[in-house]
């Protein structure tokens, strides 16, 4: 069964350093989605992309954050200048469809973000 | 504005006893319902969905969950517990007539006692 890959699986960086997370989406899906989980806490929605362009974004995802799909199968999150509140494990959906007859979201493994 | 809320931080079940895990919601305009497992160190997986039609519906693993509007509850059930159910389950909301955004429950992690 096809799956969404997400790279790596942990990064460390440092604060106030750019850091790429990315994610290979199931190869039909159309409609592309980060989350994050806070150590802890629950699963908060971040951002939809759909068309190249952003469908819809939470108050999380403020101008540090940026997502991109630049090759037509990878699905970047970009985090500009990462703070400590920044550590979560990020997780990267796809769907085939939105609205409508409406299919579950398929996740990745997350990336494990910690901000040193 | 749209709410999940899973009352329970942890549920015990003794293998092979059956197991509820809870789930309210509240949407604005029709639900859509999920139930996703997160095993450790793994991505969220899809259990089970309610879109309409039968409050039962049947997902994977034996799960299956009730949908019941008067309640705004959609509760995950398993007739017979295993070990291996032992992990994180979420509920989710979606509101049927806005944008593809998912709302997740806090979570209730489920432990089968063997």
């Known amino acids: 069964e096809p799956e969404v890959t997400q790279t790596p699986s942990h990064q460390v960086t440092q604060m106030g350093q750019e850091v790429i997370l990315r994610c290979v989406p199931i190869?039909?899906?159309?409609?592309f989605y980060w989350y994050r989980q806070i150590l802890g806490q629950k699963v908060e929605f971040l951002v939809s992309?759909?068309?190249?362009?952003?469908?819809?974004k939470s108050e999380i995802f403020d101008d540090q954050f940026s997502v991109e799909r630049p090759d037509g199968s990878n699905f970047t999150l970009k985090i500009r200048s990462t703070k400590l509140e920044d550590s979560a494990m990020y997780f990267c959906?796809?769907?085939?469809?939105?609205?409508?007859?409406?299919?579950?979201?398929?996740f990745g493994d997350g990336t494990r973000l910690s901000i040193l | 504005a749209q709410s999940v809320a899973q009352p329970e931080d942890q549920v015990n079940v003794a293998e092979g006893n059956p197991l509820t895990v809870k789930c309210t919601y509240s949407?604005?305009?029709?639900?859509?319902l999920f139930w996703y497992v997160q095993y450790p160190n793994r991505g969220l997986q899809f259990l089970l969905k309610?879109?309409?039609?039968?409050?039962l519906v049947k997902g994977s693993y034996g799960f299956e969950a009730e949908f019941n509007k008067s309640q705004t509850s959609f509760h995950l059930k398993k007739p017979s517990a295993l070990v291996s159910d032992s992990a994180l389950y979420f509920c989710?909301?979606?509101?049927?007539?806005?944008?593809?955004?998912?709302?997740f429950g806090k979570g209730t992690r489920l432990h089968i006692l063997p």
């Open positions: 959906a796809s769907s085939p469809l939105g609205q409508g007859d409406y299919q579950p979201q398929h």
């Open positions: 190869s039909n899906h159309l409609y």
């Open positions: 992309f759909y068309n190249n362009e952003i469908s819809e």
């Open positions: 949407v604005s305009g029709n639900p859509y």
């Open positions: 309610y879109i309409t039609g039968d409050n």
């Open positions: 989710a909301v979606r509101d049927m007539n806005r944008d593809d955004k998912i709302i």
